[in-house]
Nanobody
Framework: QVQLVESGGGLVQAGGSLRLSCAAS????????MGWFRQAPGKEREFVAA????????NYADSVKGRFTISRDNAKKTAYLQIYSLKPEDTAVYYC?????????????????WGQGTQVTVSS
């Protein structure tokens, strides 16, 4: 089992950058693929990015390609989401999640563990 805690969210102006972190507890972090999702008010939770257990494979939603970068540091048991060129439509609660699959997954239902989320608000 793994517990996840996100941090790094905040209020930023459009065009700005943020780095979200997802700290994991438990000894088996390296055996999980990790994903980032987001949920805006009144909308369903949507896939943003995912990374394989060793960082060798990544997957991004089309809407964030070229602006978001997912990474992980297994020694620190932490996953990251670097966000550049923020847009107002990026405003959402961002969640990290872990899946027992070792390759990146894109569906909410494929993830077993979730953090509590961190709010990102982008002002225009």
């Amino acid at each position: 089992q793994v517990q996840l805690v996100e941090s790094g969210g905040g209020l930023v102006q459009a065009g700005g950058s943020l780095r979200l972190s997802c700290a994991a507890s438990g000894r088996t972090f390296a055996s999980y693929a990790m994903g980032w999702f987001r949920q805006a008010p009144g909308k369903e939770r949507e896939f943003v990015a995912a990374i394989s257990w060793n960082g060798g494979s990544t997957n991004y939603a089309d809407s964030v390609k070229g602006r978001f970068t997912i990474s992980r540091d297994n020694a620190k048991k932490t996953a990251y989401l670097q966000i550049y060129s923020l847009k107002p439509e990026d405003t959402a609660v961002y969640y990290c999640a872990a899946t027992n699959a070792i390759v990146p997954r894109v569906a909410v239902r494929e993830y077993d563990y979730w953090g509590q989320g961190t709010q990102v608000t982008v002002s225009s």
